[in-house]
Each structure stands twice: as structure tokens, then as C-alpha cells.
């Protein structure tokens, strides 16, 4: 399976590595992106004075993708990360899907 995990605040992104580590996921890379609003507050004005009296934070954020062979281990670190103060269920957060994923063979390999 793939977890694609958007942390909304770049400042969790320490404990979100913490817990990967903890639980073993090593396959998995970090992006740093850019949110919507941010370039459409570029290219309509009008939306960055809105998201401003409204008070929202439009700061980049990072992605994670990460190669988790069972559903268990995604929810363990979901966990952990909770357990160090960082409540990846709250979509204020964090965004997270858990994608099916079939592994593509290494050369010479049969597929599975």
C-alpha cells in the first residue's frame, strides 16, 4: 500500500519522522509543496486579503509518501504520532489517504 500523508504544517514534519522511523517504514520520501491557496493568492489578489481577515494560514507543507506493507503499520505510526502531540486524524493537520499499491518486480524477477 501507499500513505500519502499532507501535513498542513510543515512544524510537525520532525515527528512525523520520528514515528516512521519507530515503526520501520524507511521506504518513503518527503516533498515539499506548495498549497493551492498560496498560488491562487498569486494570481487573484482578492483571496490572499480574504484568507487574511479570516485568519488562515497559508504556509507550504510537506507530503509524505511512504511504502507500508501492512494496513497495521500505517495505523501504528498514525498512533505514534498522536502520542507525541501531532493528531494526524485532524484534516487542520494533515490530509491522508491509504492507496492500494501493486509492487513493480525488479528486473529478473517473476511478478508475484
Known amino acids: 500500500m501507499l500513505l500519502l500523508v499532507i501535513l ?3 512544524r510537525h ?3 512525523a519522522v520520528n514515528a516512521l522511523i519507530e515503526v520501520g517504514l524507511f521506504d518513503a520520501t518527503i516533498l515539499d509543496g506548495e498549497a493551492v491557496e498560496n498560488l491562487a ?3 487573484l489578489p482578492l483571496f ?7 485568519g488562515y494560514n497559508l504556509a507550504y507543507n510537506r ?3 511512504v ?3 501492512e494496513r497495521r503499520q500505517a495505523e501504528e ?3 505514534l504520532c498522536a502520542r507525541d502531540g501531532v493528531n494526524l486524524r485532524d484534516p487542520s493537520i494533515a490530509v491522508m489517504a491509504l492507496l492500494p499499491a501493486e509492487p513493480f518486480p525488479v528486473s529478473g524477477e ?3
Open 8 to 10: 498542513k504544517d510543515e
Open 13 to 15: 514534519l520532525k515527528t
Open 41 to 43: 493568492s498569486q494570481t
Open 48 to 54: 490572499a486579503d480574504v484568507g487574511r481577515w479570516f
Open 63 to 65: 507530503t509524505l509518501l
Open 67 to 69: 511504502v507500508v506493507p
Open 77 to 79: 505510526f498514525v498512533e
Open 110 to 112: 517473476p511478478p508475484p
